[in-house]
C-alpha cells in the first residue's frame, strides 16, 4: 500500500505529501499526527511544526527556505509563506568517508563498444557535421538534407514513410523494408549541428565556443567530422585546431576543415565537401563495435522539468548508479551549478582535496556574481513548472537534485568547455538549462546522459544517447513516447531506489551496446545549444 506522507531525512521539519491530501485529513508518521490544514496536492510540503518569521526550514536535512510570515503545523509551504536561503559556505572543513557499494554483479560485465586510438570507447559511431561560425549553419542545413535523403534513408521518420507508402501505393512496411534495402552504411550515424556563434559578441564566447566544439570531436562517440568555416570569423580554425591538439595532443581522427572563402564558389565548396566526407564516412563505417569493461563508460548526470518527487526518486536513483560506476572505475558528471545551490559545504567535504573544493566554491560564486550582476539571483531559478509541483525555493530544488552525484568522493571539478580524465565523480560548471546542460555534458566527455524529469523534456542531443528517467508513474502513462525508465514505482512503493538505480546501470549496459535506443534518439531530438558564458539559469 502507497505511504500517504514521507520525511526524507529526520532532521526534517517539512513533510511531502506523497498524495493529493485534503484539509481536514489526518496523516500518522513516525508515531505522530499530523492535521492537514488546507489542501495539499501530492509532490508538495507541509509544516511539521509551528513556524515563526524568520524560522530555517529543513528538507534533506539542510536548510532550503525561510519563514516570511507564521506557518502553523500541518499548514502548506507556499512561495507566499517561505523564500530562498541557504547555508553561507567559506572552506572544506572535513572529508566525508565514503564506503563503496558492492559491484560484484558489474565488475565483469562488458559492452560492445567503439574503441578509439587514445583509449576512450564510444557507445555511438558518429560522424559529425558543423559550423565554425552561423554564417554556415544554412550550408550544414543543406548537407544535413543531402546526406541523409540520399545517404541514410533508413533514418527517415515515419511520417515520411507514410507518405512515400501513398505515392508508390505500398504499405508502411515495404516501403520501410526498401529503405532499409538502400541504406548504403550500415555501422554510422551521420549527425550535424549549428550554432548562433563564432562571432559578434566577445572573443571569449568564440573561445569557450572552441573548446565545446574539440569537446565533440574528442568524445569516444564522434569517429571524425567535417567542419565548415567562412574565413573571417572571430573562431579562426586555428582557434579549433589548438582547442583540441590541447585537449587530445595525439588524436588521429579525421578532422576534414573547409574554408569557403578560400575554396570559392558554394558549387565548388560543396563538391569537394560532399566527396571527401563521403570518403571519410566510408573508412569510418568499417570500425565496428568490441567488447569493453563497463568503467570506460562515462555518464553525464541530469534533472531537467524537474517536479516534487524528483529528489526522492529519480534523482537518488541516479545516484545509486553513479555510485555503481564510481566503484567500478567509470566516470560520471554531476552539472548544473545553479541547482547545487545549498548543498555547497556538503560537496565540498566530499572534494578529495582542497584545491578541488576551493575551485568549486570560487565557480560557484562567480557564477552566482554574474547572475546577481544582471539584477537576478539564483533564487530565481525555480521555473513556474518546478513550482507548481512543489519545487519552492532553489535550495529545495538544489538538494534533491545534488542526490543525482550520490555519495562518492569528487575527484575532478571541471569549468565549462573542460574535458573529463579522472575515474569517478567529476563536477561540471553549467547552467541548469536543459539544453545547455547537456549540451556542455556531452562536451565534456559524457557518452551517455541520465536526465531525470518530473513534468516531460523530450531533448536529446546529436551525439550521445540520452535517457529519460521520469519521477513519477503518471508522467511515463502520459507521455510514453519521451521516457525510458520509469522511477515513479519509488514513490508507489513497488520498487526502492536500489532496486531502480541497478535497473537502469543494466539499461545503460544495454544502450552502450546498441541493443537498444533512447525514445530521444527514436524521435531526433538532436538539441546543440552552447553556453555564453553570460547570464543563464
Sequence with gaps: MQKKVLKVNPKDNIIVALTDLPAGDIVHLDGADYTVLKDTKAKHKFAAEDFVVGDHIIMYGVIVGKANQPIQKGEVITTENVKHESEEVFKKTGDLGWTPPNVDKWKDKTF????????????????????????????????KDIFENELLPKKEVSYKNFLRSLIEEKSVEEVEDQSRNENL?????????????????????????????????????VAGATVLSL?????????????????????????????????????????????????????????????????????????GGSDGFSGISANPALGVVSDIFAALGGKTILAEFPELCGVEQELMNRCVDEEKADK?????????????????????????????????????????????????????????????SKPGLNLLNTP???????????????????????LGNPMGNPIAPVVKISSNTALINRMSDIIDVNAGTVITGEKSIQE??????????????????????????????????????
Design 112 to 143: 560492445n563498444g567503439y574503441h578509439r586510438s587514445d583509449g576512450q570507447v564510444g557507445t555511438k559511431n558518429v560522424w559529425l557535421f558543423f559550423p565554425l561560425v552561423f554564417c554556415e549553419n544554412k550550408n550544414i542545413e543543406k548537407l
Design 185 to 221: 552504411l550500415d555501422n554510422i550515424e551521420v549527425k550535424f549541428i549549428n550554432h548562433q556563434g563564432g562571432c559578434g559578441g566577445i572573443r571569449q564566447d568564440s573561445e569557450l565556443l572552441a573548446k565545446l566544439l574539440a569537446g565533440y570531436v574528442n568524445n569516444p562517440n
Design 231 to 303: 574565413g573571417c570569423q572571430n573562431l579562426q580554425v586555428d582557434i579549433f585546431q589548438n582547442a583540441l591538439k590541447e585537449m587530445s595532443p595525439n588524436s588521429d581522427k579525421e578532422v576534414l576543415i573547409f574554408e569557403q572563402q578560400k575554396i570559392g564558389t558554394t558549387d565548388k565548396m560543396f563538391q569537394m565537401v560532399i566527396k571527401e566526407s563521403f570518403e571519410a564516412i566510408k573508412r569510418a563505417n568499417k570500425i565496428e563495435r568490441k567488447p569493453a569493461p563497463v568503467s570506460k563508460l562515462s555518464i553525464g548526470l541530469e534533472c
Design 360 to 420: 568549486f566554491l570560487s565557480l560557484m560564486k562567480a557564477f552566482e556574481k554574474s547572475v546577481v550582476d544582471a539584477g537576478s539571483g539564483f533564487d530565481m531559478n525555480p521555473s513556474p513548472g518546478n513550482i507548481k509541483d512543489g519545487l519552492i525555493t532553489d535550495a529545495m530544488k538544489s538538494a534533491g537534485a545534488s542526490k543525482k552525484g550520490g555519495t562518492a568522493p569528487i575527484v575532478d571539478v571541471l569549468d565549462y568547455g573542460e574535458y573529463i
Design 432 to 454: 541548469g538549462n536543459d539544453a545547455e546542460c547537456t549540451t556542455g555534458l556531452v562536451g565534456a566527455g559524457a557518452t551517455v546522459v541520465l536526465f531525470t524529469t518530473g
Design 500 to 537: 531502480v538505480g541497478e535497473e537502469i546501470v543494466d539499461y545503460i549496459i544495454e544502450l552502450a551496446s546498441g541493443n537498444v535506443e533512447t525514445k530521444a534518439d527514436q524521435l531526433k531530438q538532436d538539441v546543440f545549444i552552447p553556453w555564453k558564458r553570460g547570464v543563464s539559469l
